[in-house]
């Protein structure tokens, strides 16, 4: 019998996690957060230090729904608090202020990565309000900026893609600017860019034509197909001579740079990766009648 706070699916050796009876324990309640932490208080040896009369019933219930369900974390926020409430003219709003630099993230576990998905998935569902409380719950909590950045740069490829071009131009350069100013400044740049991306048309086309292209090379023989010779390089005389690249044409000394060429491997010469359309063609029932 073993038990983890981390999740088993990235910290468990799959051959040992199929063998076992995995059991998810849920979050605890508000309510059951409160009576945690009232027994705390009125059990004596649980705190180092008494409490002062900052530390009531509406401070209790405010840590009870900041804690996300965790009684480690409500009693860890609870020795704070008593320790800051002991402190000459300090008030429950500092008290309060204090507590919003340690919200509950966890940088190498699943709020680390549950967030940053959310983040993108917010982003490309075109809801800029959603994905700047992600992109802010991330920086408040001490994540590190270039991995929002970075990921910033692949949602302006992935998502917005060809239906504006520019967003790819606006994502590197929000990575370069959170590299050279750092924070608390370039939260702007990344707010700016969270937002730009948001509300840009979004197209999946060039994603999913190069994932199409990806999916024929895990079919037998195709990754190994023998280019074509009158694309093949010919740095040297022996390539020359068999041919490589003599029947190649140049596209721009034609007119309009069109000519009839062929590109493919000859196994693949009917074979198209490219999609044509921006986005998907399904429906979701949830918008009808609306």
């Known amino acids: 019998m073993g038990a983890t706070t981390e999740n088993p699916s990235f910290k468990v050796q799959n051959a040992l996690l199929s063998r076992c009876r995995t059991f998810t324990l849920q979050k605890l309640t508000d309510e059951h957060i409160r009576l945690i932490l009232e027994r705390a208080l009125t059990t004596e040896g649980v705190l180092d230090t008494k409490p002062s009369e900052l530390v009531d019933s509406e401070l209790i219930a405010y840590l009870a729904a900041f804690s996300d369900g965790d009684a480690r974390t409500a009693l860890n926020l609870l020795e704070l608090s008593v320790s800051i409430s002991n402190r000459p003219d300090t008030t429950k709003e500092e008290i309060k202020a204090a507590l919003t630099k340690t919200l509950v993230y966890d940088r190498a576990g699943d709020q680390h990565y549950d967030t940053i998905s959310a983040l993108h998935k917010s982003i490309r569902g075109s809801d800029p309000t959603a994905a700047l409380y992600y992109l802010a719950r991330m920086l408040q909590s001490g994540e590190d900026p270039l991995f929002i950045a970075r990921r910033l740069v692949v949602v302006a490829s992935e998502d917005v893609g ?31 860019c969270t937002v730009a991306l948001s509300l840009a048309p979004k197209s999946t086309r060039s994603y999913r034509s190069l994932n199409n292209a990806y999916a024929a090379l895990g079919e037998p023989g195709v990754a190994s197909l023998p280019i074509p010779v009158h694309l093949r390089n010919a740095p040297t005389k022996l390539m020359k001579e068999l041919g490589y690249g003599a029947e190649y044409k140049y596209n721009p000394n034609y007119k309009d740079g069109k000519v009839k060429q062929e590109y493919m491997p000859d196994a693949l010469r009917n074979r198209v990766f490219m999609e044509e359309n921006d986005l998907g063609t399904e429906v979701d029932p949830d918008l009808r009648g609306r």
Do not use: F, Q
């Not at 929000?174 to 750092?182: C, N, Q, R």
């Not at 608390?184 to 700016?192: D, Q, T």
């Open 162 to 192: 060809l239906a504006d071009n520019s967003m790819l131009s606006l994502a590197t350069a929000t990575y370069t600017a959170v590299e050279k100013i750092g924070m608390p400044e370039c939260r702007i740049a990344l707010g700016h």
